[in-house]
C-alpha cells in the first residue's frame, strides 16, 4: 500500500519525500530497493514466531495454558521515503 501511495504522490506531481513522507508496515527484504527506499515498522518475526512455537509445545506436552499477553517491540526503520518536513518561516 505504501509504494501505491508514492505512485499516487507522483501521479500527483508530489515528490517523496520532499513534499510528502511515506512510511510502510512490515518491512519485507526487497522494500529497502524501491525508489525511494521505504522507511517501514519492522515486527520481529523471530522473536514472534519463537513464542508461538513455544506456547503450542507447551500445551501439547500437556503443560496447563498461560492466559499472559506477550508483547514485541517493533523497529522504526528509516529510509529515503522520510523527510524532515517543509521549512516553515514564522
Known amino acids: 500500500m505504501a509504494l501505491g501511495a508514492i ?3 507522483r501521479e500527483k506531481g508530489l515528490s517523496v519525500p520532499a513534499e510528502v513522507s511515506v512510511v ?3 518491512d519485507s527484504p526487497l522494500i ?3 525508489d525511494p527506499p521505504l522507511t517501514t515498522v519492522r515486527k520481529p518475526i523471530g522473536a514472534m514466531a519463537s513464542a508461538a512455537v513455544q506456547t503450542l509445545l507447551e500445551e501439547v506436552n500437556g503443560a496447563p495454558a498461560k492466559h499472559v499477553e506477550l508483547i514485541f517491540q517493533p523497529e522504526l526503520v528509516v529510509r529515503g521515503s522520510t523527510g524532515s518536513g517543509p521549512l516553515v518561516n514564522r
Request: proline letters at 0%; hydrophobic letters at 45%; glycine letters at 12%.
Open 7 to 9: 505512485r499516487a504522490c
Open 24 to 26: 510502510g508496515f512490515d
Open 32 to 34: 529497502a530497493f524501491t
